[in-house]
């Protein structure tokens, strides 16, 4: 008799939801195809109701985050009284992983951007299935497991021909997911 909560987050014009609370989920597509946009929009809208944000970045820099959620419509002051930019430039690990819990504590959504480089920090081999379970388990899992939803932003392959159902690497990082993944 127990049905899953209906998703939350990220708001189509239609008024349909794309994004589960407390899920771990994957927006995946060629680079440059707005992946991050996407992510961002979903922010803007939790933004102006004043839900939490945080935005764990592998790739980028927080200027064009910040430039982007602006040019989105988000207020100077919805950016820094609910949002939250962390750049890591080391591998986490249990001390680190406490350090974030603050950050992440009340967030409603944790975007986890350039998951390539964020497995490669972490030593992990993105075509290994074991190596995903265990990136998962370190991050976005254990994000989740505190409540917000979570979204990696992740590539494809670059060969079209060669595309599946998943994102680059491992079939896990698709198995590994309890949300859903939008290529």
């Given at each position: 008799?127990y049905l899953?909560?209906?998703?939350t987050?990220?708001?189509?014009?239609d008024?349909?939801?794309l994004?589960?609370?407390?899920a771990?989920?994957?927006?995946?597509g060629e680079?440059?195809s707005?992946?991050?946009?996407?992510?961002?929009?979903?922010?803007?809208?939790?933004?102006?109701?004043?839900?939490?944000?945080?935005f764990?970045?592998f790739?980028?820099?927080?200027?064009r985050?910040?430039?982007?959620?602006?040019?989105?419509?988000?207020?100077p002051?919805?950016?820094?009284?609910?949002?939250?930019?962390?750049?890591?430039?080391?591998?986490?690990?249990?001390?680190?992983r406490?350090?974030l819990?603050?950050?992440?504590?009340?967030?409603?959504?944790?975007?986890?951007d350039?998951?390539?480089?964020?497995m490669?920090?972490?030593?992990?081999?993105?075509n290994?299935?074991?190596d995903?379970?265990?990136?998962?388990?370190?991050l976005?899992?254990w994000i989740a497991?505190?409540?917000p939803a979570?979204?990696?932003?992740?590539?494809?392959?670059?060969n079209?021909?060669?595309?599946?159902?998943?994102?680059?690497?491992?079939?896990?990082?698709?198995?590994?997911?309890?949300g859903v993944?939008?290529l």
């Amino acid at each position: 008799e127990y049905l899953d909560p209906p998703p939350t987050i990220l708001q189509r014009t239609d008024g349909v939801f794309l994004i589960y609370d407390g899920a771990v989920h994957v927006i995946a597509g060629e680079s440059e195809s707005g992946k991050t946009w996407l992510t961002l929009l979903a922010t803007v809208q939790l933004l102006a109701q004043a839900e939490r944000v945080v935005f764990i970045d592998f790739e980028d820099r927080a200027d064009r985050v910040v430039g982007r959620l602006l040019g989105l419509g988000a207020t100077p002051d919805q950016i820094r009284d609910h949002f939250a930019y962390v750049r890591p430039d080391r591998p986490l690990d249990d001390t680190s992983r406490t350090q974030l819990t603050p950050a992440i504590t009340g967030a409603r959504l944790v975007i986890l951007d350039g998951v390539t480089e964020a497995m490669t920090l972490h030593g992990y081999d993105l075509n290994s299935n074991a190596d995903s379970a265990l990136f998962q388990g370190l991050l976005p899992r254990w994000i989740a497991d505190h409540g917000p939803a979570v979204v990696m932003i992740d590539h494809v392959v670059k060969n079209a021909e060669q595309q599946g159902r998943f994102a680059l690497g491992a079939q896990h990082k698709l198995a590994g997911i309890d949300g859903v993944q939008y290529l």
